[in-house]
C-alpha cells in the first residue's frame, strides 16, 4: 500500500502558500501579544492614563474648608484632604502629573543616553574613556543622593524634577547604547557603507541605530517606572513637584507625620495604591517587550 | 590575577578624583549663604561681621583653592566642622554611618540568606506554582520602593498592630538594651531586606536557569551524581558568579533606597541626615555623606570585581 502524503497543512503552511510569511514586527507583536502578565500590565497602564486623563483639575485643586480631613462618602468618594480638596480627584490629577514626570524624564535620559553612547562606540579611542569615566563617576552616586544636592541646588518644580531625573539617569542607556555601537559597527553592511562613502553620521542613523534599538526599548519601558518612583521619592520628602499642585508623589507628603497617617488614612493611601500598581504594570510590559524582542531569552 | 587587580585599580583612581570634583562643584554651587547658618540671629549681622566669618570658614578663597584645600584636609581624615552646630563633620558622620550601616547590612543579610535559596528553589522548580508565587512576591518587591513599603509596614505593624515600635533606633525613655535596639532594628530592616531579597530572588533564578541547561551539569548528572552534590557542587557556584555582580551592581540602588527608607523610620542614619543637612544647607555635611556614599559603592564594586575574577577563572586570564 502506498503511502498517502498527509492532507493537513499546519497553518505556518498554510500562510506560506498563500505567499504571506510573517515580518519579524508582526512576530514580535504576536508573542507579545501572547505574554499574558504583559498583556494584564498593558490593561491597567491604560486604565490608569484613562482615568488620570479624566481627572478634574478644578475638582483636584478647589479647597472646601467646610469639609475638611472627611472621611470616604458618597460626595468625596475616597474622602478630603486637610484643606477640603477631593482626594479621588487629586489622585486622577496627580497621576497625570507622575505619569508626564515619568516619560519626560524617560525622553531626556534616553535622549543624552543614545548620542553620548553611539559618539563612544562608534568613535572609541579617547572620547570613549572620558565618556564611559563620566558614567562610572555618575553611576558611583546612589541616583537619589544627585537628586537632592541637584533639588537643593535649583529649588523643585514639575520641570526641574523632569530634568534632574532625565539628566541624572542618562549612564545606563549610554553603556547599552555603547555596547551596541561597538558590536555594530563591525558588521560587513557598515563596512559596505563606508565603503560606498556613506557619512559617519548616515551610518549612525540609517545603519547602525535601527539595529541598536531593542534593548533600548526594554530599557525605557523599566525607566519610565524607575522616573515615576524618583519623582514619588523626591515629592514624598518634599523635593519634588510642589503643592497646591498634586503628585502621586508629594500626596504621600502626607504619610510624614505620624498621626495623619494613622488617623487619615484615606489621604495616603490611594497614591500609594496607584504607584505601586502603575509601576508593577509597566515592569510586567518591560518583561512581555524583553521576551518578545529576544525569543531566546525566554523564562527569564 | 596581580595584573588583574592593578588593572582595576587604576582605573578607579580617576573615577575617584571625579567624584571629589563632582561633589565639591555640587556643593559650591549650591544657593544660600552658609554664613547666615552660622551667624546667631539674636547678635545681628553686619558686613563685618559676615567678612569676618566667611574668611574665618575659609569662604573667600577661590574654588580650585578651596577644592584643593578640601581634599587635602579630607585625605587626612578631617571633613571640617558642620555648618549647622559646628561640631566636626568626622563625629556626626561615623555615628550616621555606623547607623545606616547596621540597617543596610541587617538587611542585605536578610536579602542574601531569603532571595539566594528562594531563587534556586524558584529555578528548580520552574513554572510550578511555587515559581509562579515567587516571581510575582519578587515583582511586588521590585514595584514597591522601600519607602512605599516601609509606610505601608509602619502603618499596618507600627500604628494598626503596634508590634513595633514606630521609629528611631532606641526608646527614649530608657537606657540601651541590645532587646530594645533589634526591636527598632527589625521592621526596617525586614522592609528592606524584602525589597534586597526581591532583586536577588530575580538575577539567582535566571542564572540558575541559565547554568542548569549547561552541558556540564548534564555531565555531572550522566556520571550518576547524586541531584544535591549536581546543584550545590557543580550548578550552584557558577550561578552564583553572576549574582556577585549584581550584588555590586545594585548597591547604589539599595543605599538609595535606604535613604528614604530611614527617613519614613527616623532612623538616625546618612539618609536622615542627608535631608537634614539639604535643608539646612550645610554643605560640609552633604560632601562627606555623599562622598562615604559613593566611595563605599566605588569599594563594594571593586569588591565585586575581584570576587567575581577569584571565581572564574575565566576572567583572571583574559
Not at chain 1, 478630603?80 to 486622577?92: E, K, M, Q, Y
Not at chain 1, 525622553?107 to 558614567?135: C, E, K, N, P, Q
Not at chain 2, 582595576?8 to 547658618?37: E, M, W, Y
Amino acid at each position: 500500500m502506498v503511502q498517502q502524503p498527509s492532507t493537513t497543512l499546519t497553518a505556518t503552511q498554510l500562510r506560506l502558500q498563500k505567499g504571506t510569511p510573517d515580518s519579524p514586527a508582526r512576530q514580535t507583536l504576536r508573542r507579545f501579544r501572547r505574554h499574558r502578565l504583559a498583556m494584564a500590565g498593558l490593561l491597567i497602564i491604560i486604565i490608569l492614563v484613562v482615568a488620570s486623563l479624566l481627572g478634574s483639575q478644578a475638582d483636584a485643586l478647589g479647597q472646601n474648608l467646610k469639609a475638611m480631613n472627611k472621611p470616604p462618602s458618597a460626595d468625596h468618594w475616597l474622602g478630603t484632604d486637610r484643606i477640603g480638596r477631593d482626594i479621588f480627584a487629586r489622585t486622577l490629577v496627580g497621576g497625570r502629573i507622575s505619569l508626564a514626570v515619568g516619560l519626560v524624564a524617560v525622553f531626556f535620559s534616553t535622549s543624552i543616553g543614545v548620542v553620548l553612547g553611539a559618539l563612544a562606540g562608534y568613535y572609541r579611542g579617547w572620547l570613549d574613556h572620558l565618556i564611559m569615566r563620566t558614567v562610572d563617576v555618575v553611576l558611583s552616586f546612589p541616583v537619589i543622593i544627585l537628586l537632592l544636592c541637584v533639588a537643593s541646588l535649583v529649588g523643585p518644580s514639575i520641570f526641574n524634577v523632569m530634568a534632574m531625573i532625565g539628566l541624572l539617569t542618562w549612564p545606563i542607556p549610554c553603556r547599552i547604547m555603547r555596547g551596541q555601537f561597538l558590536t555594530i559597527r563591525e558588521r560587513a553592511y557598515v563596512e559596505a557603507a563606508h565603503c560606498i562613502g556613506v557619512t559617519d553620521f548616515e551610518i549612525a542613523l540609517r545603519h547602525i541605530l535601527p539595529n541598536a534599538i531593542a534593548p533600548l526599548l526594554v530599557y525605557a519601558s523599566f525607566a519610565v517606572a524607575t522616573a515615576v518612583l524618583l519623582e514619588a521619592g523626591l515629592s514624598y520628602l518634599g523635593l519634588g513637584v510642589q503643592p497646591p499642585t498634586p503628585s502621586w508623589g508629594n500626596m504621600l507628603n502626607t504619610a510624614r507625620n505620624i498621626s495623619t497617617m494613622e488617623r487619615n488614612s484615606w489621604q495616603w493611601i490611594p497614591p500609594a495604591i496607584t504607584t505601586v500598581l502603575f509601576v508593577l504594570a509597566v515592569n510586567f510590559v518591560g518583561d512581555g517587550i524583553r521576551d518578545a524582542l529576544d525569543p531566546q531569552a525566554k523564562g527569564d | 590575577m596581580g595584573r588583574y587587580i592593578i588593572r582595576r585599580l587604576l582605573i578607579n583612581i580617576p573615577v575617584l578624583f571625579g567624584i571629589t570634583i563632582l561633589v565639591f562643584t555640587f556643593i559650591q554651587l549650591t544657593p544660600g549663604d552658609p554664613v547666615s547658618a552660622y551667624i546667631r540671629p539674636e547678635l545681628g549681622s553686619s558686613v563685618e561681621m559676615r567678612d569676618q566669618m566667611r574668611k574665618q570658614l575659609g569662604l573667600d578663597q577661590p574654588a580650585p583653592v578651596r577644592y584643593l584645600r578640601w581634599l587635602g584636609q579630607t585625605l587626612q581624615g578631617n571633613l571640617g566642622y558642620r555648618i549647622l552646630g559646628g561640631q566636626p563633620v568626622n563625629a556626626t558622620l561615623w555615628r550616621v554611618f555606623k547607623a545606616s550601616s547596621v540597617l543596610m547590612l541587617t538587611a542585605l543579610a536578610l536579602g542574601c540568606l531569603v532571595g539566594i535559596p528562594l531563587g534556586i528553589l524558584s529555578a528548580l522548580r520552574q513554572y510550578s506554582k511555587l515559581d509562579f508565587l515567587l516571581t510575582a512576591l519578587a515583582f511586588l518587591g521590585v514595584a514597591s520602593p522601600s519607602f512605599l513599603l516601609g509606610l505601608g509596614g509602619l502603618f499596618v505593624l507600627g500604628l494598626k498592630i503596634p508590634l513595633f515600635p514606630i521609629g528611631g533606633m532606641v526608646s527614649t525613655n530608657s537606657d540601651f538594651s541590645l532587646l530594645d535596639f533589634l526591636h527598632h532594628l527589625a521592621l526596617p530592616a525586614l522592609i528592606l531586606g524584602f525589597g534586597y531579597n526581591a532583586i536577588l530572588m530575580r538575577y539567582t533564578r535566571s542564572s540558575m536557569l541559565e547554568v542548569i541547561r549547561q552541558a556540564y551539569v548534564t555531565t555531572a548528572r550522566a556520571k550518576g551524581l547524586g541531584e544535591r552534590a549536581v546543584i550545590f557542587g557543580h550548578a550552584f557556584r557558577n550561578a552564583l558568579i553572576p549574582v556577585i555582580t549584581v550584588i555590586g551592581l545594585a548597591l547604589p540602588d539599595m543605599v538609595g533606597g535606604a535613604i528614604i527608607t530611614e527617613t519614613v523610620f527616623t532612623w538616625p542614619g546618612m539618609g536622615s541626615m542627608l535631608i537634614d543637612s539639604v535643608n539646612g544647607r550645610d554643605y560640609p555635611m552633604i560632601m562627606g555623606i555623599s562622598l562615604v556614599v559613593a566611595v563605599a559603592v566605588l569599594l563594594a564594586n571593586l569588591l565585586a570585581d575581584l570576587t567575581y575574577a577569584l571565581a572564574d577563572p575565566r576572567i583572571r586570564f583574559k
